[in-house]
């Protein structure tokens, strides 16, 4: 058989454990890996405008298809450039193998010309960041590399020198036996007993659900009902548990709305399922918590715990489900239920007056108007920034739909590298990212990707001239708006000189058709709306330090606004309250 370089070798292991493409940007000491992919059959090069598109892009994929996807950058500022993806995705918990090539291995620690050292640089983004300073090394680096992305679901990262790269391998990769899933994690029967006796103990239970829980829909949904307990979300939740759900109480957290933090609030037992939601003031302190989660890190650093858990959502609810007696009493529910259905039906009554004729265009009636013409199955990637807001707000969930966005790490400029990688993985899905055009711009470039792929996503901006949510926290906090504002742009221009689809859309009336169209065009699409940048109205009790460092905020209130087509739900599951 054939010897291999160690390139090669690289790329042929990467391939067994199922990667199909690299994103990335060429560059000397990359070399020798390229042209490995260049000859490996089923292995892709695809060629991006800046690295961090690569890693957002590796990220989306890994996220969307729960498999390792890769990304690299050449040595220095290459690499450099993935570290932001890298970081979204590391905290999105998605297996990623990223490949930061390195200056020659002769030069390291000489100050050579790009040198930096990615294998720290990294450590903090990853699981594992390792240097290969020996073509003996391989190719159990790069499976630990794997193993640890893959197994422990984040990102893992391989320094491999230029030099290194283009030697021969001591030996040929044989079929490795390549751990390429993630096992289900069952708790112990004893954590199972206590939790049951939890449960029967406490009359109001209310569960609370994050990304933890995806997969777990007919599971939460048999455990609310044996309980009769309210079923809250905080955002990375949202798309796994609201859709088919009578216990619903909607979101919790600065972008929340409906009854979710006084269902919380209000109970005798929370349990947290699958949810490492950091905002700990919105979590209660006078009420007893049980935390379910598959990493024991996450276990307890938001709040006290009575009991923690370590194991999956979907197998604790199983195990757990037959050990809890059936609850009768089903008054907190109901009264949970309708205080959402209220809180909701008070915003929507408040919000959606003449939106339709409102210049400049409401961005809120932009959300729903997409929500209404998107497919069933549509991915939907959401820029940090105030279409974080919308997407929470008026992207209705069915289960099939998936919505990703930096909703962990909070990186601007995310939803487009993210439309990237998601669509490669299918040319014949819908595929929208919701931008804003701070974040648009930010990684305007890579638009030229999509068109030089030829990949039909579509890109929804919303167009308002401003770092706007940035202006919002300023007000909040009582400080004068400054460097928050750009000069209008047109973007839909931009975008047919690139090659693509583009159109600019002023007119509300003009909202639906745009789409339309857009939604109808084979390749690439720009629909640039012209948004109102004071969107938002504040609830007037809102005070300064609870809102200031919005990210990063602690307070109970919301954002008012409306919340689309979740008032249906609302009302629809009253329906399941039985009258006297
Ligand atoms: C890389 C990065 N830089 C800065 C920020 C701080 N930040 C958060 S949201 C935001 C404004 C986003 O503006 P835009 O994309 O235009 O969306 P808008 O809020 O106006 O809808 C900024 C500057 C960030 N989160 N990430």
Same mark, same amino acid.
């Given at each position: 058989?054939?010897?291999?370089?160690?390139?090669?070798?690289?790329?042929?292991?990467?391939?067994?454990?199922?990667?199909?493409?690299?994103?990335?940007?060429?560059?000397?000491?990359?070399?020798?890996?390229?042209?490995?992919?260049?000859?490996?059959?089923?292995?892709?090069?695809?060629?991006?405008?800046?690295?961090?598109?690569?890693?957002?892009?590796?990220?989306?994929?890994?996220?969307?298809?729960?498999?390792?996807?890769?990304?690299?950058?050449?040595?220095?500022?290459?690499?450099?450039?993935?570290?932001?993806?890298?970081?979204?995705?590391?905290?999105?918990?998605?297996?990623?193998?990223?490949?930061?090539?390195?200056?020659?291995?002769?030069?390291?620690?000489?100050?050579?010309?790009?040198?930096?050292?990615?294998?720290?640089?990294?450590?903090?983004?990853?699981?594992?960041?390792?240097?290969?300073?020996?073509?003996?090394?391989?190719?159990?680096?790069?499976?630990?590399?794997?193993?640890?992305?893959?197994?422990?679901?984040?990102?893992?990262?391989?320094?491999?020198?230029?030099?290194?790269?283009?030697?021969?391998?001591?030996?040929?990769?044989?079929?490795?036996?390549?751990?390429?899933?993630?096992?289900?994690?069952?708790?112990?029967?004893?954590?199972?007993?206590?939790?049951?006796?939890?449960?029967?103990?406490?009359?109001?239970?209310?569960?609370?659900?994050?990304?933890?829980?995806?997969?777990?829909?007919?599971?939460?949904?048999?455990?609310?009902?044996?309980?009769?307990?309210?079923?809250?979300?905080?955002?990375?939740?949202?798309?796994?548990?609201?859709?088919?759900?009578?216990?619903?109480?909607?979101?919790?957290?600065?972008?929340?709305?409906?009854?979710?933090?006084?269902?919380?609030?209000?109970?005798?037992?929370?349990?947290?399922?699958?949810?490492?939601?950091?905002?700990?003031?919105?979590?209660?302190?006078?009420?007893?918590?049980?935390?379910?989660?598959?990493?024991?890190?996450?276990?307890?650093?938001?709040?006290?715990?009575?009991?923690?858990?370590?194991?999956?959502?979907?197998?604790?609810?199983?195990?757990?489900?037959?050990?809890?007696?059936?609850?009768?009493?089903?008054?907190?529910?109901?009264?949970?239920?309708?205080?959402?259905?209220?809180?909701?039906?008070?915003?929507?009554?408040?919000?959606?007056?003449?939106?339709?004729?409102?210049?400049?265009?409401?961005?809120?009636?932009?959300?729903?108007?997409?929500?209404?013409?998107?497919?069933?199955?549509?991915?939907?990637?959401?820029?940090?920034?105030?279409?974080?807001?919308?997407?929470?707000?008026?992207?209705?969930?069915?289960?099939?739909?998936?919505?990703?966005?930096?909703?962990?790490?909070?990186?601007?400029?995310?939803?487009?590298?993210?439309?990237?990688?998601?669509?490669?993985?299918?040319?014949?899905?819908?595929?929208?990212?919701?931008?804003?055009?701070?974040?648009?711009?930010?990684?305007?470039?890579?638009? @030229? /990707? =999509?068109?030089?792929?030829?990949?039909?996503?579509?890109?929804?901006? $919303?167009?308002? !001239? #401003?770092?706007? *949510? +940035?202006?919002?926290?300023?007000?909040?906090?009582?400080?004068?708006?400054?460097?928050?504002?750009?000069?209008?742009?047109?973007?839909?221009?931009?975008?047919?000189?690139?090659?693509?689809?583009?159109?600019?859309?002023?007119?509300?009336?003009?909202?639906?058709?745009?789409?339309?169209?857009?939604?109808?065009?084979?390749?690439?699409?720009?629909?640039?709306?012209?948004?109102?940048?004071?969107? @938002? /109205? =504040?609830?007037?009790?809102?005070?300064?330090?609870?809102?200031?460092? $919005?990210?990063? !905020? #602690?307070?109970? *209130? +919301?954002?008012?606004?409306?919340?689309?087509?979740?008032?249906?739900?609302?009302?629809?599951?009253?329906?399941?309250?039985?009258?006297?």
């Amino acid at each position: 058989m054939a010897r291999q370089t160690i390139a090669e070798q690289f790329v042929d292991i990467l391939g067994q454990a199922g990667v199909r493409r690299i994103y990335g940007v060429v560059g000397d000491s990359l070399n020798p890996v390229i042209d490995a992919i260049r000859r490996a059959p089923g292995m892709d090069w695809v060629q991006v405008r800046h690295e961090e598109t690569a890693a957002f892009a590796a990220g989306a994929e890994a996220q969307l298809t729960g498999n390792l996807a890769a990304c690299a950058g050449s040595c220095g500022p290459g690499n450099l450039h993935l570290i932001n993806g890298l970081y979204d995705a590391h905290r999105s918990m998605a297996p990623v193998v990223a490949l930061a090539a390195q200056i020659p291995s002769s030069e390291i620690g000489t100050a050579y010309f790009q040198e930096t050292h990615p294998d720290r640089l990294f450590a903090e983004c990853s699981h594992y960041s390792e240097l290969i300073s020996h073509p003996s090394q391989m190719p159990r680096v790069l499976q630990t590399a794997i193993q640890h992305a893959v197994g422990r679901s984040g990102v893992s990262v391989v320094s491999l020198p230029g030099d290194i790269a283009a030697l021969e391998a001591p030996q040929r990769a044989a079929e490795l036996a390549l751990v390429t899933r993630r096992p289900t994690i069952r708790p112990a029967d004893e954590e199972i007993d206590a939790l049951a006796r939890m449960v029967d103990d406490a009359p109001r239970v209310t569960l609370f659900c994050g990304s933890g829980t995806a997969g777990a829909h007919d599971e939460v949904m048999a455990f609310a009902e044996r309980v009769k307990a309210p079923v809250g979300h905080a955002l990375r939740g949202k798309e796994w548990i609201q859709y088919d759900n009578p216990y619903d109480v909607g979101m919790s957290g600065l972008l929340g709305y409906g009854a979710a933090y006084d269902a919380m609030h209000e109970a005798d037992l929370l349990i947290l399922l699958g949810t490492d939601f950091p905002y700990n003031a919105f979590l209660p302190d006078d009420v007893r918590i049980v935390q379910v989660d598959v990493r024991p890190e996450h276990l307890g650093r938001r709040s006290k715990l009575d009991l923690a858990v370590w194991g999956d959502a979907r197998e604790t609810l199983r195990a757990l489900l037959p050990r809890v007696a059936e609850k009768a009493d089903r008054r907190f529910l109901d009264r949970m239920l309708k205080k959402h259905a209220d809180a909701l039906t008070g915003v929507v009554d408040a919000y959606t007056r003449n939106v339709e004729g409102h210049v400049p265009i409401h961005p809120e009636y932009v959300a729903s108007v997409l929500d209404e013409e998107a497919d069933d199955d549509a991915v939907f990637t959401v820029d940090t920034g105030m279409c974080n807001v919308w997407a929470a707000r008026y992207l209705t969930p069915n289960g099939r739909r998936r919505v990703i966005g930096s909703f962990s790490h909070g990186s601007m400029a995310n939803a487009l590298p993210q439309a990237f990688g998601a669509q490669f993985i299918d040319r014949d899905r819908q595929v929208v990212s919701l931008s804003g055009d701070g974040g648009f711009s930010m990684l305007m470039g890579d638009f @030229l /990707s =999509l068109v030089q792929y030829g990949l039909p996503v579509k890109v929804v901006l $919303f167009d308002n !001239s #401003a770092l706007s *949510m +940035v202006d919002l926290e300023m007000m909040v906090a009582g400080l004068r708006p400054y460097g928050t504002t750009y000069p209008h742009t047109d973007y839909a221009a931009i975008a047919r000189a690139a090659g693509a689809y583009g159109v600019r859309v002023e007119d509300p009336k003009q909202v639906r058709d745009a789409l339309r169209e857009a939604f109808r065009h084979a390749g690439p699409a720009l629909v640039d709306v012209v948004t109102d940048p004071n969107a @938002l /109205s =504040l609830p007037p009790r809102v005070t300064g330090e609870q809102l200031a460092g $919005f990210a990063l !905020s #602690a307070g109970k *209130m +919301v954002l008012n606004g409306g919340v689309g087509r979740m008032v249906q739900m609302a009302r629809a599951n009253l329906r399941n309250i039985p009258r006297p």
